[in-house]
Every structure is written in structure tokens, then in C-alpha cells.
């Protein structure tokens, strides 16, 4: 078990941001609502669009995590927002806050040594939590990576 012990502690720094890159919370801290909807020529998103995006993919693994009976969405079509803006700073802030709390159930769900990390989900086809987990770190660095090359390119980083 010692090793899973190790395995997991590295699995929650990955998921903390604490290694490689910034976290999603550096690549959001002091953007701006009106930052979130401007489109950038040559890139196919807007922040908004990939703030989103990280948070309706996060929350589908999360919710294929914790439910046996999990239906998936359609890919890609459901896991973009209709809209390259928020139709209010309110509704940014909401989206934000999802993802930090997706990524807090994430945690608690691998800090919880009563979860195999490497035993397949009942319901999947060998998805483990410890691949979902890696998932989630992959999916939203990359991502976190295109929200900073946008704001660099709005002089904003």
C-alpha cells in the first residue's frame, strides 16, 4: 500500500497545480469579465469559451466518477458553451467558482483512501479514478495553457 499512498499524494499535487505550471486560479486572478468574450484573432476560443469548457468537461468526469448509472453527453457539442461570452460578470464568477469546487470534489474523492485508485469503475469500460483524476490534470492545463496565451496576447498577463 505504500506505494499507492505515494501515487496518490503525486496524483493530488497534480490536481493542486502545484508542479509543472500555474493553476487555474493564477491563470484567472485579476481577469476581467469584458477580457472573458473578446475573441482573438487566429484562435478558435474566447477565456469564456475555454473557462467552460473546463468546467462542463470536469464536472461530465466528475459526475462518471460518482455515478453508476452515468449518461454521456454529446461530443463536442455539449461540452462548449453556445455563447463565446458570459451574458454576465455573475454568470462568469458561477463558472469560476464550478470549476474550483469540481476540483476540490476531485480531491476529496482521491484524498479518500477508501477509493482504489486503480481498480476500473463498475460502470466504465476500465476507467479507473486514477485515470479520471489524470484527466482532469491533463485536460485543464492544456487549457489553462490557451487561457494564459490569451491573455498575454490582450496584454493582461
Known amino acids: 500500500m505504500a506505494s499507492e499512498k505515494t501515487v496518490r499524494a503525486l496524483l493530488l499535487e ?3 497545480g502545484r508542479n509543472a505550471h500555474i493553476d487555474f486560479n ?4 485579476g481577469l476581467t469579465y469584458k477580457q472573458t468574450g473578446i475573441k482573438v484573432e487566429g484562435l478558435p476560443h474566447t477565456i469564456w469559451e475555454l473557462i467552460e469548457h473546463i468546467r462542463i468537461a470536469q464536472a461530465d468526469i466528475l459526475e462518471f466518477c ?10 463536442p ?8 461570452k458570459p451574458d454576465s460578470k455573475e454568470e462568469l464568477e458561477a463558472s469560476i467558482q464550478a470549476v474550483r469546487d ?9 484524498r479518500d483512501e477508501e477509493h482504489n485508485l486503480q481498480v ?6 476500465g476507467q479507473t479514478l486514477f485515470r479520471e483524476a489524470m484527466l482532469i490534470v491533463d485536460h485543464n492545463a492544456y487549457h489553462i495553457g490557451q487561457i494564459v496565451q490569451i491573455r498575454r496576447l490582450l496584454g493582461s498577463w
Open 14 to 16: 497534480q490536481l493542486e
Open 77 to 84: 457539442n455539449d461540452y462548449w458553451p453556445e455563447s463565446h
Open 102 to 110: 469540481g476540483l476540490k470534489e476531485m480531491l476529496e474523492i482521491i
Open 26 to 29: 493564477q491563470a484567472v486572478q
Open 66 to 75: 460518482k455515478n453508476p448509472d452515468y449518461e454521456a453527453i454529446d461530443w
Open 120 to 125: 476500473p469503475l463498475s460502470h466504465g469500460s
